[in-house]
């Protein structure tokens, strides 16, 4: 397997095109493997080259809510009474630490998103 450290956008570029290509191949498999080395070449070059940052917390939760179907009154147990909900949904709330926990165990957001602080909590 000869394979080398992706320096450059061109090199970036070869390595996806390399991964199209390899996309369909079997797991267990010579190409599977080279396949799961270079994604994670191409996963660290990314993370390095284009880091992305983490969304609002707020905007985290009710993007989960609506891939979820739920509505507010489903946050009740994680978040408290429904008006605190709406509290927290409307940014007027900011998230406590058993709130986090909550909304990690049950939404599986990751608890770093939820720790951020809001961008409207920030502004103020």
């Known amino acids: 397997m000869d394979i080398k450290p992706i320096k450059t956008k061109a ?3 070869a390595v ?3 991964i199209e ?6 797991a267990n498999t010579p190409e599977g493997e080279r396949l799961d080395v270079l994604v994670t070449l191409a ?3 990314e993370r390095r080259h284009y880091p992305m940052e983490l969304p609002d917390p707020i905007e985290a939760i009710k993007f989960r809510m609506e891939n979820l179907g739920l509505k507010p ?5 994680m978040i408290g009474g429904l008006n605190r909900v ?9 998230l406590t630490l058993s709130m986090i926990r909550r909304l990690h165990e049950g939404l599986g957001i990751p608890a ?3 720790i ?3 961008q409207h909590q920030q502004a103020a």
């Open 116 to 118: 951020k602080p809001s």
């Open 112 to 114: 770093e998103c939820l």
């Open 21 to 26: 290509g390899l996309m369909t191949v079997g």
């Open 86 to 94: 709406y509290e927290v949904l409307n940014h007027t709330r900011p």
């Open 43 to 45: 996963e660290a070059y």
């Open 73 to 77: 009154k489903d946050l009740q147990p």
């Open 11 to 13: 090199d970036y570029r």
């Open 16 to 18: 996806l095109k390399e």
